[in-house]
């Protein structure tokens, strides 16, 4: 099977989101490249598989020419939120934020899942508190945001926490999404989950260098 990463880079917000008109900001643009290259780019190109970033018609070329030396990169316009990306019957996708990293031994454990499933999801994952430079252990009672779609489903046709609703699901045990709270993101807030705190060596496996976790400023316009 093929693997594929599909991300929602700019993709316009439903309506009633306070941040529904910012994906063709430019200045909310940059902070996305910012983020992306610090954390996306190192956990996911070093995987060797190909990314899918979903961007609004409006600034589809803007993110294109900003991503352009990303060879395993391609973007796709997506006006619709939850129109997301279809792939081939042979495609499994991964869907994963733009401001996150993806543990090494993701793949394999959705190869190793239940063959019947339709989607792979897991309800624990880390979080990087950039501004507090620590990180926590979480462990939800609904699905993570991080979701592999067997069969090149659209990965973003539900909101993560309904996919059992929707898909036969197998869940994965250990944490492989890490998610960053920089301030301007819906991660920044501290759910409550159990939570306890783990070791920036970790981060390792993610392909960031726990010794280069250097603080980023809180966003200004919001995720």
């Known amino acids: ?4 990463v599909v991300t929602r880079f700019s993709v316009p917000r439903p309506a009633d989101s306070a941040t529904a008109g910012r994906h063709a900001e430019r200045e909310w643009l940059e902070e996305r490249f910012s ?4 954390f996306y780019v190192p956990s996911v190109g070093r995987l060797g598989v190909p990314a899918i970033l979903l961007c609004s018609s409006e600034s589809a070329p803007l993110v294109a020419d900003a991503l352009g030396d990303l060879t395993w990169a391609r973007v796709v316009v997506q006006d619709r939120w ?3 990306w279809t792939g081939r019957p042979d495609q499994v996708l991964t869907r994963l934020d733009s401001d996150d990293a993806l543990h090494e031994g993701w793949f394999r454990q959705v190869e190793a899942a239940d063959p019947d499933a339709e989607v792979v999801c897991s309800r624990c994952f880390l979080r990087l508190h950039l501004r507090k430079g620590k990180a926590y252990r979480y ?3 609904v699905p993570s945001p991080l979701a592999a779609f067997r069969g090149g489903a659209n990965p973003y046709a539900h909101d993560h926490e309904e996919l059992p609703r929707h898909y036969r699901s197998a869940e994965v045990c250990g944490a492989y999404l890490l998610q960053v709270a920089h301030g301007g993101n819906l991660a920044s807030t501290f759910p409550k989950p159990f939570r306890r705190r783990a070791s920036l060596a970790v981060f390792g496996a993610f392909g960031l260098d726990p010794d280069d976790l250097g ?9």
Not at 1 to 4: G, I, L, T
């Open 1 to 4: 099977m093929e693997h594929v």
């Open 82 to 84: 939850y129109g997301g």
């Open 139 to 141: 462990r939800r009672r």
């Open 215 to 223: 603080r980023l400023p809180v966003l200004r316009s919001g995720r």
């Open 35 to 38: 983020l992306f290259r610090r």
